[in-house]
Nanobody, 121 residues
């Protein structure tokens, strides 16, 4: 079982930037891809982005060019840099771990506790 601990998030004005971090611990964290899902108020949870431990990435179309996922294998940490944020990005962002491409919630083995991102217009 992999444990995930997130940090980052907060409130920012439209056009601003935030960076989220997620540290993995437990059994064989490198065996799985890591990524982020988000759930906006009143909406279903949706995939945002994933990265495997070889650096291969997969982005949701609406965040391409604005969000960048990266990882530090030595620290078992994944980062999500979010730029040009807009109010539609407001959501609870949850770190996730599971088999590649980790593009559906059904593929997730472990979830972080979630961190709130609020973008004001």
């Amino acid at each position: 079982q992999v444990q995930l601990e997130e940090s980052g998030g907060g409130e920012v004005d439209s056009g601003g930037s935030l960076t989220l971090s997620c540290v993995a611990s437990g059994r064989h964290p490198h065996a799985y891809a890591m990524g982020w899902f988000r759930q906006a108020p009143g909406k279903e949870r949706e995939f945002v982005v994933a990265i495997n431990w070889n650096g291969l990435t997969y982005y949701r179309e609406s965040v391409k060019g604005r969000f960048t996922i990266s990882r530090d294998n030595a620290k078992n940490t994944v980062y999500l840099e979010m730029n040009r944020l807009n109010p539609e990005d407001t959501a609870i962002y949850s770190c996730a771990s599971g088999p590649w491409p980790l593009s559906r919630a059904s593929m997730v083995n472990s979830w972080g506790q979630g961190t709130r991102v609020t973008v004001s217009s």
